[in-house]
Every structure is written in C-alpha cells, then in structure tokens.
C-alpha cells in the first residue's frame, strides 16, 4: 500500500501479495483438516471395539454431547453421542 501505483514494480508486488494471500489461505485449510483428522483419531482411541474407522472423506462432527439416561431396566448410564455428516455414534 506504501508502493505508488505507477512505480515499475507495483504490479508485480501486487500479484505478489495476491500469491501470497493465496497460498496462505491453502495452508490454513490444510492445517485446519490435518487438526480435523487428528481430533478423529483421537476419538477413536477412546472407543472400544469401533466396527471401523471415524475418519472417511467429507466426514465432518455436527454435534456431540453427553446425556444421562435410563434404558429398560438398566440403571441409569451416561452416553457420548456423536452426530456426523453422514453418521451418528453412540457410546457408553
């Protein structure tokens, strides 16, 4: 912004700052999807006997929570329930 608009580089100093940006909004995507992946993985270290993997393309969590409940005559049980795109889990 400092550059003067007729100086003889400017506009390469601007496709510069456009490369620039560009390239920076990739790597905090590819960032955010790598911490994505990894909070995925994570969780299922913490599910036992999980059938397979959490982690599929386009996968990503909606909602999740806790919720105390009594089913049949079992005494009351806490569950994790997880609501995916394209699934829903529940844990005991």
Same mark, same amino acid.
């Given at each position: 912004?400092?550059?003067?608009?007729?100086?003889?580089d400017?506009?390469?100093?601007?496709e510069?700052q456009?490369?620039?940006?560009? @390239?920076?909004?990739?790597?905090n #995507?590819? !960032?955010?999807? /790598?911490?994505?992946?990894?909070?995925?993985?994570?969780l299922?270290?913490?599910?036992?006997?999980?059938p397979?993997?959490?982690?599929?393309p386009?996968?990503?969590?909606v909602?999740?929570?806790?919720? @105390?409940?009594?089913?049949?005559? #079992?005494? !009351?049980?806490? /569950?994790h329930?997880?609501?995916?795109?394209?699934?829903?889990?529940?844990?005991?």
């Amino acid at each position: 912004s400092l550059t003067p608009t007729e100086h003889v580089d400017y506009a390469n100093i601007e496709e510069a700052q456009a490369l620039c940006s560009e @390239t920076t909004l990739c790597i905090n #995507q590819l !960032k955010s999807q /790598y911490d994505y992946r990894q909070k995925l993985l994570q969780l299922e270290k913490t599910i036992q006997k999980l059938p397979s993997s959490l982690v599929v393309p386009n996968r990503i969590i909606v909602n999740h929570g806790l919720l @105390t409940a009594r089913i049949a005559a #079992q005494p !009351k049980a806490v /569950y994790h329930f997880v609501l995916f795109s394209d699934a829903f889990l529940c844990c005991t």
